[in-house]
């Protein structure tokens, strides 16, 4: 059974960073993708980033990008998630995700969309202002 184990959150002032961790195990091969998403009380679930795991590929939301970094660690099937310059507005539980069907799409923005199938129980990020 594939199980996503986040890691990392906490709170931290603007201006700061975290990093966050998440590690996927059960699988009997290697994912072919793996992302993160947030979502803060009362709002819309957002696509934060995503790594395609065979080619290094990577994709991040308008709002994120400069300022997060995801990255990823085959040997120990681990995605991280660089978070820097840290806003208020970031403030929101963090959710790992692995693995699209083929043709799947990551994130489509506006809906919250996704076809990722495995997911994690999420980490809280909380930045004061």
């Known amino acids: 059974q594939v199980q996503l184990v986040e890691s990392g959150g906490g709170s931290v002032q603007a201006g700061g960073s975290l990093r966050l961790s998440c590690a996927a195990s059960g699988y009997s091969s290697s994912t072919n993708s793996m992302g993160w998403f947030r979502q803060a009380p009362g709002k819309e679930r957002e696509g934060v980033a995503v790594?395609?795991?065979?080619?290094?590929?990577?994709e991040y939301d308008d709002a994120v990008k400069g300022r997060f970094t995801i990255t990823q660690d085959n040997a120990k099937n681990t995605v991280y998630l660089q978070m820097n310059s840290l806003k208020s507005e970031d403030t929101a539980m963090y959710y790992c995700?692995?693995?699209?069907?083929?043709?799947?799409?990551?994130?489509?923005?506006?809906?919250?969309?996704?076809?990722?199938?495995?997911w994690g129980q999420g980490t809280q990020v909380t930045v004061s202002s």
């Open positions: 995700a692995a693995d699209l069907p083929d043709d799947g799409s990551w994130y489509v923005p506006g809906t919250g969309g996704t076809d990722f199938i495995y």
């Open positions: 790594v395609f795991t065979e080619t290094g590929m990577t």
